[in-house]
């Protein structure tokens, strides 16, 4: 079964052609930076026109890590259209963007849902429209090129999980794949206010301040939770590689969602 594009035209180009010029336009206008032996990042979800800046530092530092990460590439993103207490797995084959199709890691979809089938479940797959997890797959597609056929998805939707229980289970893979997670910040505050919002956010999430998860103004916080804590307990390090708003990339000031590119490593 092959997942069809459903934020196409509304998050970012179908054309293939008009999403290329997007995406070239994005990755060039990136200031210098190099990254090395990254576990996992955190990336952007909203459209292009608003996030894609940001999103295209998580993957210039991906793609310079491309010949080092495992070939598996767990996608965690939030849940914005269902209600559901367990972590929804894309049973998919393939996954459709305008550059062609990215290839499903089947053998770990089902020992997720065979071994763990109080955490994580298909059962909703087809309500799936989840645009934090699509507008991911044409930055990965982008980015891999010919190296596509290497690697493989694992879609995995987050909503109110038992985040301890869900990061036992992904510590299992640590050494297997890698863990992109999606999460824009605060939402629809003043510029000034946002900036200062989103730099409280960030300060929880990448300093690990567990105990203070819940002031966290992110859509993302059960998948970036889930992250910490394997973040945590292997000692991986951050980097804030940019921080902007849609303030910054739309100039409309008065209502902005705030977005950040983080790397572990």
């Not at 849940?79 to 770990?108: A, C, Q, R, S």
């Not at 985040?163 to 510590?171: K, T």
């Not at 997670?181 to 300060?203: G, P, W």
């Not at 307990?233 to 705030?258: H, P, Q, R």
């Given at each position: 079964?092959?997942?069809?594009?459903?934020?196409a035209?509304?998050?970012?180009?179908?054309?293939?052609k008009?999403l290329?010029?997007m995406?070239?336009?994005?990755?060039?206008?990136?200031?210098?930076?190099?990254?090395e032996?990254?576990?996992?990042?955190?990336?952007?979800?909203?459209?292009?026109?608003?996030s894609g800046?940001?999103?295209?530092?998580?993957?210039?530092?991906?793609?310079q890590?491309?010949d080092?990460?495992?070939?598996?590439?767990?996608?965690?993103?939030?849940?914005?259209?269902?209600?559901?207490?367990?972590?929804?797995?894309?049973?998919?084959?393939e996954?459709?963007?305008?550059?062609g199709?990215l290839?499903?890691?089947?053998?770990?979809?089902?020992?997720?849902?065979?071994n763990?089938?109080?955490?994580?479940?298909?059962?909703?797959?087809?309500y799936?429209?989840e645009?934090?997890?699509?507008?991911?797959?044409?930055?990965?597609?982008?980015?891999?090129?010919?190296?596509?056929?290497e690697?493989?998805?694992v879609p995995?939707?987050?909503?109110?999980?038992?985040?301890?229980?869900?990061?036992?289970?992904?510590?299992?893979?640590?050494?297997?794949?890698?863990f992109?997670?999606s999460?824009?910040?605060s939402?629809?505050h003043?510029?000034?206010?946002?900036?200062?919002i989103?730099?409280e956010?960030?300060?929880?999430?990448?300093?690990e301040?567990?105990?203070?998860i819940?002031?966290?103004?992110?859509?993302?916080?059960?998948?970036w939770?889930?992250?910490?804590?394997?973040?945590?307990?292997?000692?991986?390090k951050?980097?804030?590689?940019?921080?902007?708003?849609?303030?910054?990339?739309?100039?409309?000031?008065s209502?902005?969602?705030g977005?950040?590119?983080v790397?572990?490593?």
């Amino acid at each position: 079964m092959i997942r069809p594009m459903k934020a196409a035209d509304a998050f970012y180009p179908a054309d293939p052609k008009v999403l290329k010029e997007m995406l070239d336009y994005f990755f060039e206008n990136i200031e210098a930076f190099k990254v090395e032996n990254i576990k996992a990042a955190i990336t952007p979800h909203a459209g292009y026109v608003y996030s894609g800046q940001v999103a295209a530092y998580t993957y210039q530092a991906i793609k310079q890590n491309l010949d080092n990460i495992p070939k598996t590439i767990f996608v965690m993103s939030p849940d914005h259209y269902i209600w559901m207490n367990k972590v929804l797995v894309g049973n998919y084959d393939e996954l459709e963007t305008p550059f062609g199709n990215l290839k499903v890691d089947k053998k770990v979809v089902n020992e997720l849902l065979e071994n763990f089938p109080t955490l994580f479940t298909d059962e909703f797959l087809t309500y799936d429209q989840e645009h934090a997890q699509e507008t991911q797959y044409p930055f990965l597609k982008y980015i891999l090129q010919n190296k596509s056929d290497e690697f493989k998805i694992v879609p995995l939707i987050f909503w109110q999980v038992d985040i301890m229980q869900v990061s036992a289970v992904l510590e299992n893979y640590v050494w297997k794949a890698f863990f992109l997670v999606s999460s824009d910040l605060s939402h629809y505050h003043s510029y000034e206010e946002a900036k200062q919002i989103d730099t409280e956010t960030i300060d929880i999430m990448i300093n690990e301040k567990l105990e203070q998860i819940n002031q966290a103004d992110t859509c993302g916080i059960y998948p970036w939770a889930s992250l910490l804590l394997l973040a945590k307990k292997f000692n991986w390090k951050w980097e804030l590689l940019k921080y902007m708003n849609s303030g910054d990339t739309a100039w409309d000031k008065s209502k902005v969602v705030g977005y950040a590119s983080v790397v572990y490593k």
